[in-house]
């Protein structure tokens, strides 16, 4: 039954699985590119689940058609929300980008913990 | 003219900063001209501000509402100026202006070179733009696109500062950030996925209707949306991105980033819980009492990690966290005193955080000292900067006739009204402590043998802008009536909604 239920909600399923690796990369790795890799894998996560929400099994595209009126129209209104949001996260990538290069050339590693490390020696020094 | 302005006025404070801060860039060369432009719109904000809000106040408890693009509720985007929105409003238009001010002629040596202030200066607006958004909005989606407009410019601002541990910091700031903007956008979209609506009033009424059908979404949709808000303001386990970033921000960044951006998230959550989910919801939920504890929690860890940090704005950065605990133990006390305080603390917190930020930036740029122990006798050089300290910090604390003294008051009997006792001694407790980290700065500063270098207030636009805001942190204390008949207003509108 429960696996019946997950077959067919599987664009879901793959939602949560997609939003655990995300998590686990960010929050395991420290190399910041990976990290910044994980939080895309999240984002899309949920941009799946959006979009499976507005989906509708042999709906049709939602562009009135006369000639079949009993059609389903799939609803567009999240695919069109996603696009905002894909911009948003491409926009977030783009500055965390630029932040590591920064951090790369004053600390010449991308080891989170490696300039932790060099910070902390600084400070007691 | 005039009618076309005033009609569309919650729009116009929304994107008027943002289309300004646009134009910012094309004039880099110009940066006295950039720093005039900036300051003139942020005195424009605050008459509009005003205007808006004294149309709402004599109104007597009537909302604005204003559909965008004249597409009306359920279909187009709502903006809707109510108590709550308008008192945010005011509290963004209050702190924005002298901060400005501040920043004329005194950021080259924070950020580097002139024209970078001017791009620190179109992040400034599209915050100020972001905030003003996240006051009026009523639609879920568009609370997510004012939230990640805000991160960026938050995020850029800190890392403005030219010094390699801004950009570790801004790094850290905008990973965490990130993570909580996706929890945000999944928690706005199970919302939606069962109740079919992002306008918040619709979604509210189908919610009403149907959520005993899907109990465990609800759960999913409440947790998401309170982690995903709580790590953007600053909620207490959540809050290890704050001291960082605010204390290795800018100075005038880390004012208003301490002072209005994580309150803008925080009205967001507020919006969502008692606007979509209802008061009896989350009670029912119980997310009133995780927020309650955790904000008692935070006031009491923030304020003792405040007391073990020797640098000045790392200080006022973990205070920040205490006194966001503040203003979420009167979040999740769902009554209508509590509520009131934490509004009005939300308003008092902003003014005078921002005075002490600009104050300790004014030291730290004139002096070259960051420490505590390093600042003796250094009210007597800097007489002005001292004196707008020690009001903010009497503000803060919360002692009678200055701003936050009115917030902690009204939470004080909300606690007592919720029968928390364990609440109560809590806020004063949190005063205690906040006494006992900023007047050991002040007894360094006036008390203790001064040093033989001269050191000197700052520049006039700086002392204006300082006393400004002091002089707003006394006004609130003094005469609160008009602010906290928007705050009590503010809180029976969100207690109204079942």
């Not at chain 2, 003796?376 to 200055?402: E, H, N, Q, W, Y």
Request: proline content about 4%; overall charge positive.
């Amino acid at each position: 039954m429960l696996l019946r239920k997950l077959l067919i909600n599987y664009p879901y399923f793959a939602a949560v699985i997609l939003f655990a690796v995300g998590a686990v990369i960010v929050l395991t790795r420290s190399n910041l590119i990976k990290k910044l890799i994980g939080i895309n894998i999240i984002e899309s996560a949920v941009f799946l689940m959006f979009v499976a929400a507005g989906n509708i099994r042999s709906g049709v595209p939602p562009i009135l058609d006369q000639t079949r009126p009993e059609a389903v129209y799939v609803n567009p209104l999240p695919s069109a929300l996603m696009l905002t949001g894909i911009v948003v996260s491409v926009s977030v990538s783009a500055l965390a980008l630029a932040l590591v290069y920064r951090l790369y050339k004053a600390y010449g590693t991308l080891d989170a913990r490696r300039i932790a490390e060099m910070r902390s020696e600084v400070r007691n020094r | 003219m005039m009618t076309a302005i005033r009609n569309n006025l919650p729009v116009l404070v929304v994107v008027a900063p943002l289309c300004i801060g646009f134009v910012l860039p094309t004039l880099v060369r110009r940066v006295r001209l950039v720093e005039t432009l900036v300051i003139a719109i942020t005195v424009i904000g605050l008459v509009g501000a005003g205007y808006l809000a004294s149309l709402v106040f004599s109104g007597g408890g009537t909302t604005i509402v204003y559909s965008m693009g004249g597409w009306p509720a359920p279909w187009g985007i709502e903006l809707v100026a109510g108590s709550a929105a308008v008192l945010i409003l005011l509290m963004i238009a209050i702190v924005v202006m002298p901060i400005a001010l501040f920043s004329a002629n005194n950021l080259s040596h924070e950020v580097g070179a002139s024209n970078r202030t001017v791009w620190f200066y179109t992040l400034y607006l599209l915050l100020t733009g972001a905030l003003a958004g996240m006051a009026v909005t009523n639609d879920l989606f568009n609370v997510f696109v004012l939230v990640e407009v805000a991160t960026l410019s938050c995020c850029g601002m800190v890392a403005a500062r030219n010094h390699s541990r801004a950009a570790e910091a801004a790094l850290t700031y905008l990973i965490l950030m990130s993570l909580g903007s996706a929890l945000l956008l999944g928690g706005i979209g199970l919302v939606y996925i069962i109740t079919g609506h992002l306008n918040m009033g619709y979604a509210s009424q189908e919610l009403s209707r149907i959520w005993q059908d899907y109990p465990r979404v609800i759960w999913l949709a409440a947790s998401f949306l309170l982690v995903g808000l709580g790590v953007k303001s600053a909620l207490f386990p959540l809050h290890v991105w704050l001291p960082d970033a605010h204390s290795y921000a800018p100075s005038p960044a880390s004012a208003v980033l301490s002072g209005l951006a994580v309150k803008g998230y925080l009205l967001c959550l507020m919006k969502i819980l008692y606007n979509v989910f209802g008061g009896s919801l989350i009670q029912q939920l119980a997310v009133d009492k995780i927020i309650t504890v955790l904000g008692m929690l935070g006031i009491i860890v923030g304020s003792v990690f405040a007391l073990a940090q020797d640098e000045l704005k790392r200080r006022l950065a973990f205070s920040t966290v205490a006194q966001l605990g503040y203003a979420f133990m009167g979040m999740g006390l769902v009554n209508t005193r509590a509520l009131t305080g934490s509004l009005f603390y939300v308003l008092g917190h902003a003014v005078s955080k921002a005075v002490l930020f600009l104050a300790a930036g004014a030291i730290i740029t004139a002096s070259g000292k960051e420490r505590i122990s390093e600042l003796a006798g250094i009210g007597r050089k800097m007489p002005v900067t001292m004196a707008v300290f020690t009001i903010a910090s009497l503000s803060l604390v919360g002692i009678p006739l200055f701003a936050g003294f009115v917030g902690k008051w009204n939470l004080l009997l909300g606690s007592l009204d919720a029968g928390n006792w364990l609440a109560a001694a809590v806020v004063i407790a949190g005063s205690v402590l906040c006494g006992a980290y900023l007047f050991p700065i002040i007894r360094i500063a006036y008390f203790e043998p001064a040093p033989s270098r001269d050191l000197q207030d700052p520049g006039m636009p700086q002392k204006v802008g300082m006393l400004l805001l002091a002089a707003a942190v006394i006004i609130l204390g003094v005469v609160p009536g008009p602010f906290l008949e928007l705050a009590r207003r503010a809180a029976v509108d969100f207690l109204a909604i079942r």
